[in-house]
């Protein structure tokens, strides 16, 4: 049995990849000892570290784009698109709600402080504030208040937090990047004709909830531009990318495994399947 620090990193639901890359560990005799997770690695490693990671799967993998919508509560602030009380009730009541001491395996969900420019490592307290702060993708989720800072994803100042398993007393150290190179996707006819219907259905539903939510709120609110969105997200996942190469080469892990920052779109959550398959292949080619 071979002990591992796992390092698990952000990247939307791309990190549903982690789920792929646990189970391979687990199933060729490595024995995970500690794990350090940043926004979607947060959320994946701190619910795995509670021992509830099964659970999760099993909620996760038939989940549609509409039930991801259901899970959207809009915020209306200029702070952000999503409050997120919504998921994290869910993910509460799915998991338990827990504290990090309470865990059968040290756990570190890291968060920005953006006003003081510096890390926040949440190893103690209430689980899933911890991955809530941890989570806030700037422009998306609103910040986090945690003791009067507001916290945002940290994956704005390290997108793979190889520090805070330093100290541990493991083997192996394991990281999982989500900002990997692009890889070119080839895609057939068939399938770009269904992904652009998909597409299409997935905008117009987002749309029709906008503006039954409207409904409840002033006339005058205008209708949210989510092209900007999309553009925010591209320039944050290049960033993380620059950035996740940076941490890796100043302080490198035994092993990184990568995953591409194409492989999926940051809200594509409906794409579980694929995702933790694609984890588990490159789990495996890495330790080939």
Known sequence: ????????????????????????????????????????????????????????????????KLDILTLLDMSWSRNGLVQGDKIIESLVELVGDQTI???????????????????????SGSLFDAIRASISLPLFFTPYDHKGIKLIDGGVLNPVPIAPTFSDDTQMTIAVNLGGPLESIKISKDTQKTLTKESETFHQKISNFIDNLKQNIQEEVEQIDLGVFDIANQ??????????????????????????RNACGTLEFDRADEMIALGYKKAKECFA
């Open 1 to 64: 049995m071979k002990t591992v620090s796992l390092v698990l990193g952000s990247g939307g639901a791309r990190g549903l990849a982690h789920i792929g890359v646990i189970h391979w560990l687990e199933e060729n005799g490595y024995e995970i000892r500690s794990i350090s997770g940043c926004s979607v690695g947060a959320m994946i490693g701190g619910i795995y570290a509670a021992g509830k990671l099964d659970e999760f799967e099993q909620w996760v993998r038939p989940l549609t």
């Open 101 to 123: 001491e309470e865990l059968p395996i040290p756990f570190t969900a890291v968060a920005a402080d953006i006003n003081n420019e510096k890390e926040v490592w949440m190893n």
């Open 235 to 260: 320039a944050f996942d290049a960033m993380q990318s620059t950035i996740a190469r940076q941490k890796l080469a100043a302080y490198p892990p035994d092993h990184t495994i990568e995953i591409a």
